[in-house]
């Protein structure tokens, strides 16, 4: 099915498979508290098999395998072999670490993968170092993404912004062009996990963020996502088409693409890698997160666990469970976010909410936009 006909009530754009907490780093922002073993009751070869056919049978476009480092489960190319039979699109982020061969990443594109993502948060080795606090990680990490051009497997770079990093942005936005990559994923950082200790930007400091973002996306030919920021969706509504609040009165709930400029409506990169989704995606409405035990969340970034795969059909849970729902009904969201005209394609970070308040249907925490007036949606 094409991307743009997945219905989000049914079935997730993509869904992300923690397969290991095992890492030989410990990252300031990570969401996990990483370790260099892997832990008692990680999902084992053959129930990761059957978790990926599960996923395939939903009619899940995109997996990613993520970690810790998926590089430390030595079944990690055999999971993507089979992902990919299955008709998904694979991906994975290895650690900058040693295990990070030329002899891996050739392996991986040889077992399907589509795209491999490599962490950078800085510029430079002493600001991505720092951040990552792991000397020596940039260095990997820019190797890494020589190895993935040699044998021409699609790149994405992921890099989280906070306070520590933002205003680096156009040096880094400017390493990213020349590392050709196929897609730049710009996360805005939720305060969870060892993240919780960084400082967090202001929401003026998102909107600039978002307005950099704009115009660096409109000077290059690969793919600028931003996540854990859905309200970036109604930056560029605001300032692509400035009758934006009439024009959303009369389009159908989620139905995003014509709002956004050409770069930002394609559903997959070039050499057919892995793209944008053709609506927004939000915690638990087109997006899940299945973490190495098993346990079925919302998103990585929203630790609200609503089942596990050992015992429980996943699609019944992302279609029915109570949590999942709420996430995917607006209506149902408090503060500014409930009262928003722009709530069905935006909504606000729901894992933020949470990381916050406590409470995943409070308004985000960091967004400048005043509601006009209660929705003309309804
Ligand atoms: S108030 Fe909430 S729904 Fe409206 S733009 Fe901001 S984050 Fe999005």
Known sequence: MHPSLIDFDQTPFVAIWETTRACNLACRHCR??????PLPGELATREGFRLLEDLAAMGTPICVLSGGDPAKRSDLCHLVCHGSRLGMRMATIPAATPLLTRSLVKRLKDAGLAQMALS???PTAEIHDTFRGVPGAFNITLQGAR????????????????AYNWEHFEAMAELVRQLEVVFWEVFFLVPMGRGSQLGQMTAQQFEILFAKLASFAHSVDFIVKATEAPHYRRY???????????TLSVRPPGSLSHH?????????????SIGLAPKGVNSGNGHLFI??????????????????????SIAQVYRFHPIFRELRT???????????????????????????????????PFCLYEPKHHSSLD
């Not at 996990?32 to 073993?37: G, M, Q, R, T, V």
């Not at 790149?155 to 906070?162: A, D, V």
């Not at 630790?303 to 015992?311: E, F, K």
């Open 147 to 162: 190895y993935a051009g040699e044998v021409e497997l699609p790149l994405q770079i992921n890099t989280t912004f906070s």
């Open 330 to 364: 607006p209506d149902l969201l408090k503060g500014k976010c409930g009262i928003c005209e722009f709530r069905r394609i935006c909504g606000g970070s729901r894992a933020r909410a949470f990381a916050m308040t406590g409470d995943y249907l409070e308004e985000e």
């Open 32 to 37: 996990a508290e990483a370790i260099s073993n």
């Open 120 to 122: 950078l948060d800085g």
């Open 236 to 246: 560029l509504i605001q300032h692509h088409n400035q009758s934006a609040d009439s």
């Open 260 to 272: 956004l400029p050409p770069h930002m409506t394609r559903d997959f990169g070039p050499g057919g």
């Open 291 to 312: 973490d190495y035990q098993g346990d079925i969340y919302p998103s990585g970034f929203l630790p609200v666990s609503c089942g596990n795969v050992r015992r429980d």
